[in-house]
């Protein structure tokens, strides 16, 4: 059993920055891959950025440029920088970790950006 808690969300102006954090606690050694996932209003669940246990990361196109992935293994926490911020990634974001093959999420932090 993996879980996960984000914190870090809130509401900030277009072109600000948030870092957002998601601390793993459990079996946290058999995760492989960890990665952030986002939904807005009425949208489904896509992938934002993730890095896997060697280190490589990936990004959506929207985000590439503005956002970082890293990971701090000795804290067991990944974080998810985010620099000029849009209203248009406003959303849920959510961790997620893979282990053995299973998918695990937290609850989620919301974050807003306004014009």
């Known amino acids: 059993q993996v879980q996960l808690v984000e914190s870090g969300g809130g509401l900030v102006q277009a072109g600000g920055s948030l870092r957002l954090s998601c601390a793993a606690s459990?079996?946290?050694?058999?995760?492989?891959?960890m990665g952030w996932y986002r939904q807005g209003p009425g949208k489904q669940r896509d992938l934002v950025a993730l890095?896997?246990?060697?280190?490589?990361?990936n990004y959506a196109d929207s985000v590439k440029g503005r956002f970082t992935i890293s990971r701090d293994g000795a804290k067991n926490t990944v974080y998810l920088q985010m620099n000029s911020l849009k209203p248009e990634d406003t959303a849920v974001y959510y961790c997620n970790g893979v282990s053995w093959g299973i998918n695990y999420w937290g609850k989620g932090t919301l974050v807003t950006v306004s014009s």
């Open positions: 890095i896997t246990s060697g280190g490589s990361t």
């Open positions: 459990g079996s946290i050694g058999s995760i492989n891959v």
